[in-house]
């Protein structure tokens, strides 16, 4: 969840509108690999995924 915080705080603080923004955390959900073997595979758990769902024309 603090991952994903940072990220929605670092797109306000670059100009992003707040309005704009929705985020969310799934902490032990939702893993790449539930049983990480090597440091790779706990970096791939450790991600943040930004989905676009519309565009605004200016």
Do not use: C, H
């Amino acid at each position: 969840n603090r991952r994903a915080n940072s990220i929605y705080n670092f797109l306000i603080e670059n100009g992003i509108d707040s309005n704009r923004l929705e985020w969310k955390g799934y902490g032990n959900w939702y893993m790449a690999f539930p049983n990480p073997q090597t440091p790779a595979q706990a970096r791939q758990n450790r991600r943040v995924s930004v989905k676009v769902l519309g565009r605004i024309d200016d």
